[in-house]
């Protein structure tokens, strides 16, 4: 079957770094999304990697592994607004998106 | 300013009853899709639409049904609502063109609550 994995919650701390891991198994691959949800809002488009490697916006980066299945989101110098869920999902061969459950980023001061 | 907008935001409804969520995009947006959100739980597909005319099932499909008689338009009704469609639901829309990443965007949600 196909399926998306990530952690369901991460804590890290206001100015820090923290990085957020995807894993997916798709029958066939087309691309993969990270979009952020503040609570009891809707989803926002952060990024869209379908080729390897890192790809950076700002303050967010999106790295992808084709080979392993893999993905993460990087948020640097964090701030407080970060406070989110982050929900990553993928393509698969028929441009059918699978998302995760997402992961809950809490920021401390 | 262009978007994607659902009605009603919120809504506690009795079970049997038949309600409509309306969903509209200005976008020009060829494919729309409904989803719904549980705590837990991915968003789950319902329905979708690739272009005006046609739909498709998603993933969790019953007691629910959409159509599409222009692009702008994207109704869910569920026919006779049961506790277990207690949810948010997200209307969304895509390009979905080649020069396009396929990127969706949702509307606000709308919270239902079958009692």
């Known amino acids: 079957g196909q399926n998306i994995d990530q952690p369901t919650e991460m804590t890290a701390t206001e100015g820090a770094i923290v990085q957020i891991n995807c894993t997916y198994q798709?029958?066939?691959?087309?691309?993969l999304f990270w979009y952020q949800q503040h609570a009891g809002e809707a989803p926002t488009f952060l990024s869209y990697?379908?080729l390897d490697g890192l790809e950076e916006k700002g303050r967010f980066s999106s790295f992808l592994s084709r080979s392993k299945g893999y993905s993460y989101l990087l948020l640097k110098e964090l701030q407080m607004k970060d406070s989110a869920s982050y929900l990553c999902?993928?393509?698969?061969?028929?441009?059918?998106?699978?998302w995760g459950a997402g992961t809950k980023l809490i920021i401390k001061p | 300013i262009a978007g994607i907008t659902q009605a009603p935001t919120s809504q506690i409804l009795a079970a049997g009853r038949r309600m409509t969520l309306r969903c509209t995009q200005d976008?020009?947006?060829?494919?729309m899709y409904w989803y719904r959100q549980d705590l837990g739980l991915g968003l789950r597909l319902i329905h979708y639409?690739?272009?005006?005319?046609?739909?498709g099932k998603g993933e969790v499909p019953d007691g629910y049904s959409v159509s599409r008689a222009n692009t702008d338009d994207f109704p869910l009704t569920l026919a006779s609502a049961v506790p277990s469609q207690t949810s948010v639901y997200f209307c969304?829309?895509?390009?979905?063109?080649?020069?396009?990443?396929?990127?969706?965007?949702f509307g606000e949600g709308s919270r239902l609550t079958v009692l």
């Open positions: 969304a829309s895509s390009a979905r063109d080649s020069q396009d990443t396929g990127e969706l965007f």
């Open positions: 976008m020009r947006h060829n494919a």
């Open positions: 639409s690739n272009t005006a005319g046609t739909t």
């Open positions: 798709t029958s066939g691959f087309n691309g």
């Open positions: 990697n379908v």
């Open positions: 999902a993928a393509y698969d061969s028929n441009y059918q998106l699978i």
